[in-house]
């Protein structure tokens, strides 16, 4: 398959090929879309197969992007970057640093943050190449992490479906099955243990597994059992593509929302889960809490300022249920029409700003 067959008509607005002989880089940048701002997404380090399949998935996260901060309201694009190669053996400075200056060469219209395989170490690295990276650490005024701040996020869409089907927000003696219990699945079981709800978990790390346990009194499940569970909400924590012909219809869940990006296996899948008669959360506006927190180190980052933004996911979500009633659509339809809306009406604004001109 050639470069441009994969890259296919989704109108990304530019693909930047990088490659450091030396260190051995070699990396893809995606910029989906500027009409909102800068185009912000996280550098995935990853093992692909091979470069086609790194350049379908830069491209189909990138695009993500754009979706998930335009349905959250923010004045940013959508990118993504990826690195070919496993991080446990080819990371290093040179790489990364290396990796800056491809970052940098771009001049702004991409912002990096950390990813699979990333952290915020390389963060800091790559920041001594380019102004263009977010996430840094608390210590160098950076947002940090944006784990919790996403489990957060994810705590104001299971409000926001309380709200909708049981008419109250109170998660307490509710049950939800977190598949995966990683940096955001940890965090979104300590949360919903906090607020009195019980907790069904199953990860592929035992170790994962044995913690959310002995900590949280969470029952393990196996990685099959869970799409089994009798619960009011699936939260699909671990990788995308769980909601598909397979296990839609072994769910007995009222509910599904959770963090992990492309959920559904193939776009029917939708359909699947509404003739389930099972209230779907859309993954973008579900998981957007990373990105906001990210978007609140714009002025100087205050984790007070940020997580009130994240709370706002709650509105969002009420907002797209109600769009999905007005227009008789499903859920992920109602998102995806109000996060292009939002893109055709600002993004096409023709106007210049007259503030800050040089
Ligand atoms: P993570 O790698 O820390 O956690 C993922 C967990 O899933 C791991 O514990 C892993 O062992 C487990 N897992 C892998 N395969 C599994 C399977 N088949 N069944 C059950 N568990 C399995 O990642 P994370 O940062 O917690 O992110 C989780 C998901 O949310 C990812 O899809 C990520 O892209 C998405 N996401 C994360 C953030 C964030 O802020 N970290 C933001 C938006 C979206």
Known sequence: ????????????????????HESGLRTIIAIHSTSLGPALGGTRFFPYDDEVAALRDVLRLSKGMTLKS??????????????IGDPATLRSEPLIRAYGRVVDSLGGRY???ADVGTTTDDMVLIAK??????????SQGGSGDPSPATARGVMASFRAIGERLWGSDDLSGRRIAVQGI???????????????AETIVTDTNPDAMA?????????AVSLDDIYDVECDIFSPCALGATLNAETIPRFRSVA??????????VDMDIERIVDRGILYAPDFVVNAGGVI???AESGGYSAERAGVMVDGIYDNLVGIFETADRDGVNTHDAAMRFAQRRIDRVGSLRLRRRSGEK
């Open 293 to 295: 927190n990210i978007a």
């Open 211 to 219: 913690h959310a346990v002995e900590t949280y009194g969470s029952k």
């Open 111 to 113: 912002v990096t943050a």
């Open 70 to 83: 335009a349905a959250a309201g923010l004045d940013l694009g959508g990118g993504k970057a990826v690195i």
């Open 129 to 138: 190449e380019t102004p263009w990276v977010s996430g840094l650490p608390f």
């Open 256 to 265: 599904i929302a959770g963090c992990a990006n492309n959920q559904l296996a």
């Open 1 to 20: 398959m050639g470069v441009f067959e994969a890259i296919g008509t989704d109108s990304h607005e530019e693909v930047l090929f990088g490659v450091d």
């Open 182 to 196: 990683g940096k955001v699945g940890v965090d979104l079981v300590r949360r919903l243990t906090e607020a009195g």
